[in-house]
């Protein structure tokens, strides 16, 4: 009966693991772009932090603008994943809930890659996510890189 004493470790253990696989999404696979937002590099969890808006400006004063795939677009069940860990219509309610509430700007939703980088690229404090898989050029100055 050794084995009793390692079971509630080994339960654990398990929902621990699930857990950060259900919920622990990196970004891997994602392009994150930015322009003036105060640095080029962010950890992961800071890019989620602005991407659900915990603050409404950058550390350089610039206004946060959060953009995202439009939701009939190809990248936006990822992106939804990936940054929020929800569907797409729950990133829908959590935008509207935060919008109604007055904690923060409604987001942009862009129909294409080319417009969201268009966009960023002309929007100081803008920020976005997409899949590059078409390998578009993006600007150096946008691309934002992520630490572990």
Not at 4 to 18: D, E, N, Q, W
Request: glycine share 8%; aromatic share 10%; proline share 4%.
């Amino acid at each position: 009966m050794v084995f009793k004493k390692y079971i509630p470790f080994s339960a654990l253990l398990v929902l621990t693991l699930g857990w950060s696989m259900a919920f622990g999404q990196s970004l891997n696979g994602l392009t994150i772009i930015g322009n003036s937002v105060g640095t080029s590099s962010m950890t992961e969890l800071q890019v989620k932090d602005a991407f659900k808006a915990k603050n409404n400006f950058w550390s350089n004063g610039t206004v946060l603008t959060v953009c995202l795939p439009d939701t009939k677009s190809t990248d936006a069940a990822d992106v939804s994943r990936k940054i929020y860990g929800k569907s797409v219509s729950e990133v829908q309610k959590f935008w509207l809930s935060q919008v109604f509430q007055g904690r923060s700007r409604s987001p942009i939703f862009c129909e294409t890659d080319e417009e969201m980088i268009s966009y960023i690229a002309r929007t100081p404090g803008a920020i976005g996510a997409f899949i590059n898989d078409k390998g578009l050029t993006i600007p150096k100055h946008l691309v934002m890189q992520i630490l572990p």
